[in-house]
């Protein structure tokens, strides 16, 4: 835990180093929310076809899916949130335009309904 998930348009370039991005990522999760590194799992995806307002295909998106345990307070959220959306933003740098939108969202999932093996290997950190 948690998942994280970057799901982004095909109009922008696939950029070369997706894994600085996703270690940054892991270490603000660490360090904010004292979440383990191992438990940290990222994987991208690009989006094609897509349609962004009037069809424009310059128009292009970025969305972070973040799913973890329920259980951490707002301020961890809202505090991960915006350190996720800003580590996107420094990332596609060299992309960001009134034509570029990134979006970040947080959901929880249920310990109830969420199982994982090996036994053991799950927990809030």
Not at 51 to 59: H, K, L, Q, T, V
């Amino acid at each position: 835990m948690p998942h994280i998930i970057l799901e982004y348009s095909s109009s922008l370039p696939e950029l070369p180093d997706i894994r600085a991005l996703f270690d940054g990522i892991h270490q603000g999760f660490n360090r904010i929310g004292g979440i383990s590194l191992d438990n940290c799992k990222s994987r991208a995806r690009v989006a094609e076809p897509f349609y962004i307002g009037d069809g424009d295909p310059d128009n292009a998106f970025i969305h972070l899916g973040i799913e973890f345990v329920r259980g951490r307070s707002d301020e961890v959220r809202q505090a991960l949130g915006r350190e996720c959306l800003d580590s996107l933003g420094r990332y596609y740098h060299l992309h960001l335009s009134d034509r570029l939108q990134i979006t970040v969202q947080i959901e929880d999932i249920a310990l109830d309904f969420y199982f994982k093996d090996p036994a053991g290997t799950l927990n809030y950190q």
